[in-house]
């Protein structure tokens, strides 16, 4: 199955929801704390109504589960989980790393999804068995086997302190050729399109992997969390091209468990 007339509805939503942060990014943003920290904007939660409200009337029988609180229970067993401003800290600093993401979950398994990035004029799109593109060019993981050799990315460092692999984190990053962030999502996507080699992310939340699952999935990458399951349900996650699995894998075996 292609999935093409909900790529096609999920990468139009994903524009409009994008006009409407810019808009109230122009008349400026206030960020309010959510209970786990993280920062929750006007602007996000007016991506998620819009969002949710076109899903609903393109795919009445679908569920939803947005970030902001949107949840809807699926009479189709599908599920449409959304993260209407992904990158909200930048998003309020009026940088262009954030996005709009929607995927499309089909009986527990991402089955589509797109990564809009409208400031770095990015979109990115994947369904099962039909690869994943960025503007239309078809990604590809790279095949860099040597960490000498290799990207790493590795976003939220400022939440890894209770995390066991925190410990050695910058002699394995002397392992690489290089280091880069960009935080988040486009790390995701240079992943897919061969650019950067590893991807960890140590703090996060469904809506925030599920389309770049697919995408990266799609593009040849190999997707864990730190105690090994392929899952965007793992609170963390790991993403990497195979010739490097092994090393990434290993590096992350037992350090699933924060510090006590």
């Known amino acids: 199955m292609s999935f093409e007339r909900e790529l096609e509805a999920a990468r139009r939503i994903a524009f409009q929801a994008a006009e409407l942060a810019l808009e109230h990014q122009r ?4 960020a309010e704390v959510k209970p786990d920290d993280s920062p929750v904007t006007s602007a996000d939660r007016a991506c998620e109504r819009l969002i949710a409200s076109a899903l609903e009337e393109n795919f009445p029988e679908d569920g939803l589960l947005g970030e902001e609180g949107a949840r809807k229970k699926s009479r189709s067993g599908r599920r449409w989980i959304i993260d209407p401003i992904d990158g909200t800290r930048d998003f309020v600093r009026g940088n262009p790393l954030w996005g709009v993401l929607i995927a499309l979950e089909d009986r527990g398994e991402v089955a589509a999804g797109v990564v809009h990035l409208p400031l770095l004029s990015q979109t ?6 039909c690869g994943a593109f960025r503007n239309g060019k078809r990604l590809c993981v790279s095949s860099v086997a040597d960490p000498s050799r290799a990207v790493l990315s ?51 939340s469904p809506w925030d992997l599920a389309a770049p699952q697919v995408i990266l999935e799609e593009a040849g ?3 864990f ?23 990434l894998r290993q590096y992350f075996a037992g350090d699933s468990r924060e510090l006590g």
Do not use: H
């Not at 990115?124 to 068995?129: E, I, N, V």
């Not at 002397?174 to 650019?195: H, K």
């Open 225 to 247: 969390s730190f105690s090994g399951e392929r899952t965007i349900y793992g609170g963390n996650a790991v993403a990497c091209n195979p010739a490097l699995e092994p090393l």
């Open 221 to 223: 990458a190999k997707f």
């Open 124 to 129: 990115c799109w994947a369904a099962r068995g």
């Open 27 to 30: 008349r400026g943003v206030t």
């Open 154 to 204: 590795v976003n939220a460092l400022t939440r890894i302190q209770d995390r066991r692999f925190s410990r050695n984190l910058i002699d394995f990053i002397g392992r690489f050729w290089s280091f880069r962030c960009l935080g988040g999502t486009p790390d995701a996507m240079m992943l897919a399109a061969g650019e950067n080699d590893v991807w960890v992310e140590p703090a996060v």
